[in-house]
């Protein structure tokens, strides 16, 4: 049985960090590119970063470059997200997915999906 399960969110002022951990199960996980996806209230979910099956190609959303580190462990079956100096703009549910194809692509067509967890910034 496939699963993601996410966790780190929270609350949390702005200009703070939150670390957002995906454990995965059920597949082999070192072949697939996985990806951060984040959708805030009323709004469509959207790409926030990819890494590729080795870790070696990263790709970010303009948005959070800069402040967001993602990273992975094959060896823990566990991708990250590392979040610096957050704003409220960041508020959302976050989601981790993960696509056998071998590039990282901002599209939300991923095999598999965790089920999210929440990030709040506050002003």
């Known amino acids: 049985q496939v699963q993601l399960v996410e966790s780190g969110g929270g609350l949390v002022q702005a200009g703070g960090s939150l670390r957002l951990s995906c454990a995965a199960s059920?597949?082999?996980?070192?072949?697939?590119?996985m990806g951060w996806f984040r959708q805030a209230p009323g709004k469509e979910r959207k790409f926030v970063a990819g890494?590729?099956?080795?870790?070696?190609?990263?790709d970010y959303t303009d948005s959070v470059r800069g402040r967001f580190t993602v990273s992975r462990d094959n060896a823990k079956n566990t991708v990250y997200l590392q979040m610096n100096s957050l704003k409220p703009e960041d508020t959302a549910v976050y989601f981790c997915?993960?696509?056998?194809?071998?590039?990282?692509?901002?599209?939300?067509?991923?095999?598999?999906w965790g089920q999210g967890t929440q990030v709040t910034v506050s002003s």
């Open positions: 059920g597949f082999t996980f070192s072949s697939y590119i």
């Open positions: 997915a993960a696509d056998y194809r071998g590039v990282i692509h901002r599209t939300d067509d991923y095999d598999y």
């Open positions: 890494i590729n099956r080795l870790g070696v190609y990263i």
